[in-house]
């Protein structure tokens, strides 16, 4: 028999302004907006992990290439991920 996981009740504190287009969200897709702040953490939290996994297929890539060229393109696109634009 599959198990679900238990809700761990959590309280946070968010500015005005997010708590307006989580309401706003909320009314749009008829949910609540504790549903809207689950779906975008989770979302965030997947985005992070994609990050980080494209970090290091970028630095692996940057590893095995011997063209000089392809090395600085892709040293500039890990500086970018990590430092911002």
């Known amino acids: ?3 679900t996981e238990k ?4 309280s946070v504190s968010i500015p005005p302004r997010v708590a307006r287009r989580v309401r706003a969200l909320a009314e749009r ?3 609540s907006a504790n549903r809207v702040l689950v779906d975008l953490i989770e979302a965030g939290l997947q985005s992070k992990e994609a990050e980080k996994e494209r970090f290091f297929a970028l630095a692996e890539k940057m590893t095995q290439t ?3 060229k392809e090395r600085k393109r892709l040293r500039d696109e890990l500086a970018v991920l990590t430092f911002g634009a």
């Open 66 to 68: 011997k063209d000089p």
């Open 1 to 3: 028999m599959a198990q």
């Open 7 to 10: 809700a761990v009740r959590q």
């Open 29 to 31: 897709q008829k949910t």
